[in-house]
Nanobody, 123 residues
């Protein structure tokens, strides 16, 4: 059974930093990418950033230059370093893992989510 366990959320003042971690276990497929999404109250879940298996990263415009996604492939763990935090970064942050298995009929895709961790930024 695939599980994603997140940690590192909390309350921080504006301008501060937090580091989120997400460790995946029970993975039985190849990982295509791991990343982070967030959902603020009353808003839709949105992409924060991700890292692919070859190290390519992508970020939402709102976090570029402030947030960094990194990954420890050996431990199937993804990190989100958040600097210069703003009150508008307040949200529940979710870890996401996308993987696949190649079969003779094509790629079989897998998509898993963590339980979410609260990040609150106060001014």
């Amino acid at each position: 059974q695939v599980q994603l366990v997140e940690s590192g959320g909390g309350l921080v003042h504006a301008g501060g930093s937090l580091r989120l971690s997400c460790a995946a276990s029970g993975v039985f497929f190849s990982i295509r990418r791991m990343g982070w999404y967030r959902q603020a109250p009353g808003k839709q879940r949105e992409l924060v950033g991700y890292i692919t298996n070859d190290g390519t990263t992508d970020y939402a415009d709102s976090v570029k230059g402030r947030f960094t996604v990194s990954r420890d492939n050996a431990r199937n763990t993804v990190y989100l370093q958040m600097n210069s935090l703003k009150p508008e970064d307040t949200a529940i942050y979710y870890c996401n893992l996308v993987g696949f298995i190649t079969t003779n009929l094509g790629d079989e895709s897998y998509d898993y989510w963590g339980q979410g961790t609260q990040v609150t930024v106060v001014s």
